[in-house]
T-cell receptor
Framework: EAGVTQFPSHSVIEKGQTVTLRCDPI?????LYWYRRVMGKEIKFLLH????????ESGMPNNRFLAERTGGTYSTLKVQPAELEDSGVYFC?????????????????FGPGTRLTVL | EDQVTQSPEALRLQEGESSSLNCSYT??????LFWYRQDPGKGPEFLFT???AGEEKEKERLKATLTKKESFLHITAPKPEDSATYLC???????????FGKGITLSVRP
C-alpha cells in the first residue's frame, strides 16, 4: 500500500511569491490533514478535510493560506503571498473513516513533508 | 487548551542501556494518545495508539504505557538504529486535530 506522498520535497521562494504544496493521501482515506512545524516548535495542526469538505480550519494562520481538496482525493495548500514566518516543514496526514474502527480514533499516517524556505 | 510536554528533550544512551521517555498531557476527553518515530528529513512514522489508562502496547524493543496524566515509552536494550526523535500526540474528544509535544531526540551509541 502506497503511503502519503507530498510534492515538492523542498521549496525555496522569495518573500511575496506564491507557493503551492500538494498532498496525495493513502487511497481510500477520507480524512486529510495539514500540519506545520516551524523551527524549534512542535508540529501544529492547520486544517482537516473530510472528503472534499473542510471539517476544521481553526489552525490556519491567516487568509494568505488556502487549502483545497477538489474531488476528495489530493489536496493543495497555497501560500500567497509568502512571508518569512511561513518557513517550516508542512506535513500532510490521512486517516480512515473512524466508523470503520468501531468508533475508536484512527491513526493518522504522515507524509514526508515539504520543507518551505521563504527568503 | 490541550497540552503535551515531553521529557527529557534529548537522551543519549549506550547500546543495551534501557530507559524511558515521558509524555505528560492535559486534554479534554482523551480519545487516543499516539507515539510516532521521526527520522531526520522524514515524516512521523506511527508506532502506537493507546486509548485508556492502564493500557500497554509492545513492538520489538519498545513498550508504551498510559496513565490518566502521562505516557511512557520504554526502550529495552536499545540499538543504534533506535536513534530518532520520538513524538507524543493526543487526540481530544471533540475534534480530530492532534496536539503534539516537541519530541525527544534519542541517540544510541554503539
Amino acid at each position: 500500500e502506497a503511503g502519503v506522498t507530498q510534492f515538492p520535497s523542498h521549496s525555496v521562494i522569495e518573500k511575496g511569491q506564491t507557493v503551492t504544496l500538494r498532498c496525495d493521501p493513502i487511497s481510500g482515506h477520507d480524512n486529510l490533514y495539514w500540519y506545520r512545524r516551524v523551527m524549534g516548535k512542535e508540529i501544529k495542526f492547520l486544517l482537516h478535510f473530510v472528503k472534499e469538505s473542510k471539517q476544521d480550519e481553526s489552525g490556519m494562520p491567516n487568509n494568505r493560506f488556502l487549502a483545497e481538496r477538489t474531488g476528495g482525493t489530493y489536496s493543495t495548500l497555497k501560500v500567497q503571498p509568502a512571508e518569512l514566518e511561513d518557513s517550516g516543514v508542512y506535513f500532510c496526514a490521512s486517516s480512515q473513516d473512524s466508523s470503520l474502527a468501531g468508533g475508536l480514533s484512527n491513526e493518522q499516517f504522515f507524509g514526508p513533508g515539504t520543507r518551505l524556505t521563504v527568503l | 487548551e490541550d497540552q503535551v510536554t515531553q521529557s527529557p528533550e534529548a537522551l543519549r544512551l549506550q547500546e543495551g542501556e534501557s530507559s524511558s521517555l515521558n509524555c505528560s498531557y492535559t486534554v479534554s476527553g482523551l480519545r487516543g494518545l499516539f507515539w510516532y518515530r521521526q527520522d531526520p528529513g522524514k515524516g512521523p512514522e506511527f508506532l502506537f495508539t493507546l486509548y485508556s489508562a492502564g493500557e500497554e502496547k509492545e513492538k520489538e524493543r519498545l513498550k508504551a504505557t498510559l496513565t490518566k496524566k502521562e505516557s511512557f515509552l520504554h526502550i529495552t536494550a536499545p540499538k543504534p538504529e533506535d536513534s530518532a526523535t520520538y513524538l507524543c500526540a493526543v487526540l481530544p474528544g471533540a475534534n480530530s486535530k492532534l496536539t503534539f509535544g516537541k519530541g525527544i531526540t534519542l541517540s544510541v551509541r554503539p
